[in-house]
């Protein structure tokens, strides 16, 4: 099957499928060569609706759970975007492709280097890339929408701080079998909202704290 024709079917099949009718959306994932962004030896993988394995023990995210991620923080061109967790920079590559202005974060800086060579290749070398651990980074810098691509095993709220006014975060939060996709919005200076989107299993972000075990 050639290349186009199998990335047509994994939108049309997989990523509409699972609710993502956002047609700007569709367009983006049609757009962005997601078998860029596989390592060698996984290009069987790349258009198929599933995680595919990372160098450092990391995953790209499924294409459907992508489209829900894309189609929640409903992207306006020229808006700042941050990304916690670069992966290989497929995520970062659809972000930027919605016309954002882009800083993806990766603590691994294998992975780093990746995302920024990948990204580079596809002409955005606009996409600031930084080699830093996010939940240690957090500072005082607003966006008008956050995307965290690991998941929190027990919430932190130092992400929707980051949120300008009517800012929008997707994250994922939870430990397994079941996490908790949501999407938190700013909704004033010391106010928040927060959805929930659908329930997913994702590897969780490095140095994530998790809740402590009861003990008997």
């Known amino acids: 099957m050639q290349t186009a024709e199998a990335r047509e079917q994994m939108v049309e099949q997989q990523v509409r499928a699972w609710d993502v009718l956002d047609a700007r959306v569709l367009s983006i994932l049609r757009q962005v060569p997601r078998e860029l962004f596989v390592p060698p030896g996984e290009s069987f993988a790349a258009l198929a609706d599933a995680q595919v394995p990372l160098p450092c023990g990391q995953h790209m995210l499924r294409p459907s759970l992508v489209g829900r991620l894309l189609q929640a923080l409903q992207l306006t061109p020229g808006e700042r975007v941050l990304e916690v967790g670069a992966g290989s920079g497929f995520i970062s590559a659809c972000l930027r492709a919605a016309g954002t202005r882009v800083r993806t974060l990766e603590i691994f800086p294998e992975l780093a280097a990746l995302a920024s060579t990948h990204l580079a290749t596809l002409g955005m070398s606009d996409v ?19 995307a965290v691509t690991g998941s929190l095993p027990e919430y932190q709220p130092c992400f929707e701080r980051q949120l300008g006014i009517g800012g929008r975060l997707f994250v994922v939060v939870g430990e397994p079998p079941v996490m908790d996709a949501r999407l938190i919005r700013r909704v004033g200076e010391g106010a928040w909202s927060a959805t929930s989107l659908f329930e997913t299993v994702i590897d969780p972000l490095v140095n994530a704290p998790r809740i ?4 008997f």
Request: net charge negative; aromatic share 8%; no cysteine.
């Open 212 to 215: 402590p075990a009861f003990v």
């Open 128 to 146: 600031e890339v930084v080699n830093t651990d996010a939940l240690a980074a957090a500072g005082g810098e607003r966006f008008a929408a956050i």
